[in-house]
C-alpha cells in the first residue's frame, strides 16, 4: 500500500495503478476517469453485492433487554467527545425497526447483508452467560434476512467493546483474546445453523490508533505503548476466535474471515523527505495488521515496538487461515514527517485538483485498484470483499421532493469501475459491500455526516431511500455499472 523509494519509480508505480485502475493522465498531471465504450461494465457471474452496517451506529435502545454499557456509551455521553453531544442511545432505532430495513435491503435486490453484532447486547459484562434476549435479536434478524433471500455476514465486533472488559484494560489485557473467544462461540452456536460467513474484527488497525493512540474514538486512551498492546491483542484475540470457531465449525460450511481497513499511503508531493513518513504510516496502519494475519510476522519497521508484548506462540495463532479477507476502502493517505505526531508523521494534502467528500476526504477510486493489486502481488491474491466503500456527501431535496445525491453515486460508480479494471488483472474480488444503508451515527462526527444509501429523519425515524439507492439497485439488477452517472 505505499510507493516506491525514487522519484522515477514513485512514478512508474502510480501509472501502473492508475492503468490498473482505467484512469489516464491529463496534460496537467491529473488522473480522471477514463471512459469506455461500454455503457455497463458487467460484472463476473456470482459476484456478492450486499450493505454494511453496524450495531452501535443503528441499533439503539442501548438500555433495552439487558444490554450491557459500550465504550462508546461511556465516551458519547462524555462532554465535548461527539460533535453536538450526540449519543447512539437511538441511532436508527434498528433493534425495534430491522424488519423495515431489511425489507429495504430485499426491495434494492441486495443478497448480502453484513452487520455487526453488540458484544454487550450478548454478554452485558463481556464474560460469563450469555443474555437470552440480547441472542434472541440476532435470532430474529437472521431469519428475516434469510426469509428475504440475504445472505448474513455477522461480524463480531465493530468497536462497540463492552465496558466491564475495558475496566479490565480491554484491548491492552491480553487475556481479551480467550474472552472473545469464548464470546465468538456463543453467537456461532447460535445462530451459525443459519449464518455461514462471519468476520471476527472490523477495523482493528483504526480502533488502535484512533481509540488508543490518539484518544479521539472509544476509549480515549493515548500513547505509543497502548496502540500497540490495542494492535497486538486484537491480532491475538482474531487468530483465537478464527482457531476456535475453525476446530467447532467441522462440516457447518462455514466461511471465516476478517475486515481490515487497507489504504496505500503515499508520501506528500512525491517528495523523497515525506517518503519515511510514508513507510511508518503504513507500517503503522496497514501492515501491523495484514502481515501478521497473511504473513506470520510484524513489520521490520515496529518489531521491537511490538516486541514486549509478543509472547511464544502468538505468531502462530495470530497467523490462521481464513476463507476470505474484508476490505473497507475510501481514500488514499498522504504522509509527511510531523514530529509533534504521535508517530512522528502527519497527514498533508493529496495532489493538487484532487476531488474531495463531505468530510474532506481526498476522492482518489484508482486506490482501490492499488490495493487489490498488491494484495494479488505480496500476499497470494486472497478472495477479497469489499466491505465498506461509500462517502459523506450533504443530501438535497429535489424539484419533485426526492432526495438527490449524486455526488455519491459519483463516489460509488468511480470505485466499482476501479475494482472492475482490477478483475481483469486477475484480482480474486468476490463481492461487494457498500457503506452504508442508513445515515446513522458517525463516530465522533455524530449525527453530522450522511454516508447511508437511505435518509433517516431523526425525530421520526422514517425511512426515505435516496437516489443512490435506487441507482445501486439497478446496479445489483445489471451485475454491472453504468460508465456514467
Known sequence: MRVTKGQGMRRRSFLKAAAVAGLASTAGGRAV?????????????????????????????????GRG?????????????????????VACDHYNRYAEDVELMARAGMRAYRFSVAWP??????????????????????????????????????????QALQDKGGW?????????????????GRIGDRAKHWCMLNEPSVVAIFGHGYGSHAPGMTGKANY???????????????????????GKGWQL?????????????????????????????????????????YPEL?????????????????????????????????????????FGTGYGSPPEGTRRTGMDWP?????????????????????????????????????????EDGDRIAFIRDHLLSARKALDEGSNLKGWFVWTLLDNFEWAEGYRRHFGLVQVDRQTMKRTPKASYYWYADVIRKNGVPTSV
Open 172 to 188: 491492552t489485557n491480553r487475556d481479551i483474546a480467550s474472552w472473545f473467544a469464548d464470546y465468538a462461540q456463543i453467537m456461532a
Open 363 to 403: 476522492f482518489e477510486p484508482d486506490g482501490l485498484a492499488e490495493i487489490l493489486s498488491e494484495l494479488q502481488e505480496e500476499y497470494d491474491n486472497p478472495p477479497v470483499y469489499v466491505m465498506e466503500n461509500g462517502a459523506d456527501y450533504p443530501d438535497t431535496i429535489g424539484p419533485q421532493g426526492k432526495v
Open 228 to 250: 500497540f498492546k490495542a494492535i497486538h491483542h486484537q491480532n491475538l484475540a482474531q487468530g483465537t476466535a478464527l482457531k476456535a470457531l475453525r476446530a467447532a465449525g467441522g
Open 257 to 297: 474471515g476478517t475486515v481490515l481497513s487497507l489504504q496505500p499511503v503515499w508520501p506528500v508531493g512525491g517528495l523523497d523527505a515525506n517518503y519515511p513518513a510514508s513507510l511508518m504510516w503504513d507500517a503503522l496502519w496497514n501492515r501491523a495488521c495484514l502481515d501478521p494475519l497473511l504473513k506470520g510476522g
Open 33 to 65: 476517469l477514463a471512459q469506455p465504450a461500454e455503457t455497463v461494465a458487467a460484472f463476473p457471474k456470482g459476484f456478492l453485492w450486499g450493505v454494511s452496517t453496524s450495531s452501535y451506529q443503528i441499533e439503539g435502545a442501548v438500555n433495552a433487554d
Open 302 to 342: 515496529l518489531a521491537n515496538d511490538f516486541a514486549p508484548s509478543v509472547k511464544p506462540g502468538d505468531l502462530e495463532t495470530i497467523k490462521q487461515p481464513i476463507d476470505f479477507l474484508g476490505l473497507n476502502y475510501y481514500s488514499r493517505m498522504h504522509q509527511q514527517p510531523d514530529p509533534g505526531g504521535l
Open 121 to 162: 447486547r450478548v454478554q452485558p459484562t463481556g464474560m460469563g452467560a450469555p443474555n437470552a434476549k440480547g441472542l434472541d435479536f440476532y435470532d430474529r434478524l437472521t431469519d428475516a434476512l434469510l426469509a428475504k433471500g440475504i445472505e448474513p455476514w455477522p461480524c463480531l465486533f465493530h468497536w462497540d467493546l463492552p
Open 69 to 89: 454499557p459500550s465504550v462508546w456509551d461511556t465516551f458519547s455521553h462524555a462532554y465535548g467527545k461527539v460533535v453536538n453531544g450526540d449519543t447512539g442511545d
